[in-house]
Every structure is written in C-alpha cells, then in structure tokens.
C-alpha cells in the first residue's frame, strides 16, 4: 500500500500525503482506517492528489526528491476498493509505480474498527510488481487521539511488516501525525513524525519527517486535496 483532511475534516487527503519514503504504511491513500468504510451510507466515491517535496536531512537539507500521487477509491457497505498512482522520481527505468486494492472493513464497537486489504503493485516499464495483504486494527487511544495497528504481510515470502500509527488534534485545524514500524522485509525500524493543517474541508499542508535505522532522515513538505461523494 503507498503511505488523507483530518478526522472531522476529513483525514484521507491529509494522510494520503505521508506517504513513507521507505515503507508503506498504513497511513496513507484512500485510508480505511482513520476514515472508516463502514461509517459512510451507501456507495461513496473519493478522489484525491498530493505533490510532495523532500530533503535529506543529513545533508545540508539538498533536494531529494519529488513526488505527485492520486487515487481513487470506491466503498460500498465496508467493501471499499481503489487505484493509487505514484511518480518514481529519477528512476532510470520506470516513471510511474500503480497499486490497485480491495477491502472490507467493519466497526465492532467502543470506537474500535478492524479492516483486511489485498494490494497489488506495478510498474509502468519493467516487470516488477509485488503483493501485500494488510490486516489493521484502529482504536481510540483516548478521547481525541486514535491510533491503528497494522500487520503489511508479503504473501510471497511470508516476511512482514508491523506499524502503529496514530493522529492527535491539537485545535480546529492542526493534527500531529505519526508512525513507528519494524520491518521484516527490509530488516529495519523505521518511524514518521508530521504535522497537518487543514486547509479547509478538501485541502490539507503537511510537514513529515521520515527515518529509519540504517539510513538518513528525510523531511517532507506536502499540500493535498481530495473531493467526492
């Protein structure tokens, strides 16, 4: 899954824009999750883009790197399913890396919410293409701060990755948003800290920093927008 407004603003743009450099997470795209299936009546449609810029934080802050990715998604009853597309920045073979997923999610109480998704991804050029299946658990943490637990399992190898994620209001407009996670199939911890603002109810700003264990920190700066119906 390639890492959406804010929870009551609408979190699926905001989150969708922190996307992680170095893993997928459970926080981003048409989100499940924090924006639960289940809660919306009937058929509903979302569409959302994101342009992110990053700089390496171990070295002088220089440009790293680029990023735009839109999705789409469709969710009927707690089924929900979508197409997420991702430009590759300065990959010599391939421009443009797609995920398409499909899901079911339900509430069972107390604010908590469980969600299992397939997802496929590929590349525009080349042959590469992989799966993941992710099983998540969300939870409120307290009264205003929700948290989720994943398990991103790569049905080839048997290998997994394991995340939780949360996002704290702080006021109307601005959230704290984080992620922590331990990498089976890369063999590293990683982890997300940001902060968002919301626009208004369709277009969100995001600072992240992203970093793991046996690589440099980079720091994201992202504007999102989502509509739909």
Not at 17 to 22: D, F, L, M, V
Not at 134 to 162: C, E, H, N, R, Y
Not at 194 to 223: K, M, P
């Amino acid at each position: 899954m390639t890492t959406k407004t804010l929870l009551g603003a609408g979190l699926s743009a905001t989150l969708l824009a922190g996307a992680a450099y170095a893993q997928d997470n459970i926080a981003v795209g048409a989100d499940p999750i924090f924006d639960p299936v289940q809660d919306r009546p009937g058929l509903s449609w979302t569409i959302g883009i994101a342009a992110t810029a990053r700089f390496a934080t171990s070295d002088d802050f220089d440009h790293a790197e680029n990023e735009v990715e839109g999705f789409v998604e469709l969710a009927y009853s707690g089924f929900h399913g979508g197409l997420t597309i991702t430009t590759l920045y300065q990959d010599p073979a391939d421009d443009v890396e797609y995920e398409a997923n499909l899901g079911y999610g339900a509430e069972f109480g107390n604010g908590m919410s469980w969600d299992l998704t397939y997802g496929y991804i590929w590349l525009n050029n080349t042959d590469g293409h992989s799966e993941e299946i992710t099983a998540t658990l969300a939870f409120p943490v307290t009264d205003s701060i929700d948290g989720a637990f994943a398990v991103i399992v790569d049905p080839d190898t048997g290998k997994s990755d394991q995340e939780f994620a949360f996002e704290a209001p702080l006021n109307d407009r601005w959230s704290l948003v984080g992620l922590v996670g331990n990498s089976d199939r890369d063999d590293n911890v990683y982890g997300e800290l940001g902060a968002v603002y919301a626009i208004n109810d369709s277009t969100a700003f995001q600072v992240l920093y992203e970093d793991t264990n046996d690589s440099g920190g980079l720091l994201g700066f992202t504007v999102s927008y989502e509509f739909g119906g």
